[in-house]
């Protein structure tokens, strides 16, 4: 096992990964910009390094500096967390090439699922099932629209470095291809230094439904059910829940062997996500892989009752994985809880936290680095706390999601609170009737 883990990552994560460190005996070594010489990371780590200015480029996401307080503090094995370099092959490169252990996959499969045309063609090869369209790339608008023709219109262009929704457009008709090709290659080439387009066929009303993997180094997979994330906003989840409202047993069986197909094609070691569209008729088609710990892992940690990034850290070790796949046994939901304005188009709100009170009692969990006193600085993502609750049923789920949001008390700055409780009353989220446009349509009323 490892001696001294060192957390490449700031907030909510950091302190995440401290204490399971601090469960399994190893010791921490936290990184921080300047603007995060108070946050509790810094102060539960065993260690802790300044590493630069606040701009992540000078900071969290420069690979010399990351390297030299490992080096400084001599740690075995760094942690990415989510975000930052987390899915950075060169950084997973760099950490092999010192005899670090980069906790997450080889440098060779980040690169694989981070094309998206690779990833997908690696897919096909496993008999995972991917939307229909163009053979790889699409070398220009007349090959394009041709492919679109035979596919069908509404198509969707999509950037091969792409993800997050960047450079990706839907065409409705042939005559409006030119001129959505020429947006997204731009956008493309100016978002990632690479205007690698492909195409495919539009899935309508498709919910974002995805299968927690992990894989040993000694070539076992296996995965931990779903979560759907379909409530999303700009392509940033809001709330994510497991097990999905709209999962059958037979579709998990079907998406969970495919999810783990995809894992064993590549060797995959570590923790993953494999996600899928799922269309009304509940056909699923792979979307992406993300190789790495997600924002929303603790939804899944309830409803199977594991501590994923120990499992990470144990997998990373070379530990050999004993359980088997796992079926939800409870409902789990999480609010993810941004100091955005919901009255103001979700408008970021940093500042100082005058009051903070957070929710408690049976089957509710809140995973934050904030404090009463802390400044939520303006160069970082805006997400403070994450609201977890956990029942039996989706609908005591619901409830007391209800009662958790309304014993949370944050004052000083605007959070995303009050759209959550109007989330929690609509009626179509508790119909479980939504997809990944439910954000396009959502009213919020008045302040009330
Ligand atoms: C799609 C799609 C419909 N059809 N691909 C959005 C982000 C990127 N990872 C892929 N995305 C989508 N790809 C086809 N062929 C719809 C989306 C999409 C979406 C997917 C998941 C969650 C929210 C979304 C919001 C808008 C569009």
């Given at each position: ?15 995440r990964i401290?204490r399971t460190c601090?469960e399994m ?282 501590d994923?990034i120990k499992?990470?850290i ?135």
């Amino acid at each position: 096992m490892f001696n001294k883990i060192l957390i490449a990552n700031r907030g909510e994560i950091a302190l995440r990964i401290i204490r399971t460190c601090k469960e399994m005996d190893i010791l921490t070594v936290a990184v921080y910009s300047t603007a995060d010489k108070d946050s509790l990371h810094v102060r539960f780590a065993d260690e802790a390094v300044c590493i630069g200015p606040p701009a992540s480029a000078d900071s969290y996401l420069s690979i010399p500096k990351i390297m030299a307080a490992v080096e400084i503090t001599n740690a075995d094995a760094v942690h990415p967390g989510y975000g930052f370099l987390a899915e950075n092959a060169d950084f997973a490169e760099v950490c092999q090439q010192y005899g670090i252990k980069f906790i997450g996959p080889t440098p060779e499969m980040i690169r694989k699922m981070g094309d998206k045309v690779t990833a997908k063609e690696t897919m096909i090869k496993a008999g995972v099932p991917v939307v229909p369209g163009s053979d790889g790339l699409v070398k220009d608008v007349k090959e394009g629209q041709k492919i679109s023709k035979e596919i069908g219109y509404p198509v969707m262009i999509k950037a091969t470095a792409g993800g997050g929704g960047k450079g990706m457009r839907i065409v409705k008709s042939e005559d409006k291809f030119e001129e959505m090709w020429d947006s997204a290659r731009k956008e493309a080439k100016s978002s990632f230094g690479n205007d690698g387009i492909y195409v495919e066929k539009f899935v309508e009303e498709p919910r974002h439904i995805e299968i927690q993997i992990i894989g040993d180094q000694h070539g076992k997979v296996i995965h931990l059910s779903e979560r759907d994330c379909s409530i999303q906003r700009r392509h940033q989840k809001l709330v994510e829940e497991s097990p999905s409202p709209f999962m059958t047993d037979e579709l998990r069986e079907e998406m969970g062997k495919a999810a783990i197909r995809a894992g064993e094609c590549i060797n995959y070691e570590g923790v993953g996500t494999v996600e899928f569209l799922v269309d009304k008729y509940r056909k699923f088609y792979f979307m992406e892989m993300n190789t790495r710990i997600q924002v929303e892992h603790p939804v899944t940690e309830e409803v199977i009752d594991h501590d994923l990034i120990k499992e990470q850290i144990k997998v990373a070790a070379g530990e050999k994985l004993t359980g088997e796949n796992y079926i939800p046994q409870l409902h789990a939901i999480e609010c993810r809880i941004n100091a955005e304005d919901p009255y103001n188009g979700f408008r970021p709100s940093p500042g100082k936290i005058e009051s903070f009170h957070s929710s408690k009692g049976h089957g509710v969990r809140v995973d934050t680095h904030v404090y009463a006193g802390y400044t939520v600085p303006p160069y970082y993502d805006s997400m403070i706390a994450k609201l977890i609750c956990k029942a039996q049923t989706r609908q005591e789920c619901i409830t007391k999601m209800r009662r958790a949001l309304n014993e949370f008390i944050i004052e000083g700055i605007k959070t995303t609170i009050p759209f959550h409780k109007q989330l929690m009353e609509d009626k179509n989220f508790i119909e479980g009737n939504f997809d990944t446009s439910f954000m396009d349509t959502f009213r919020l009323n008045e302040r009330d």
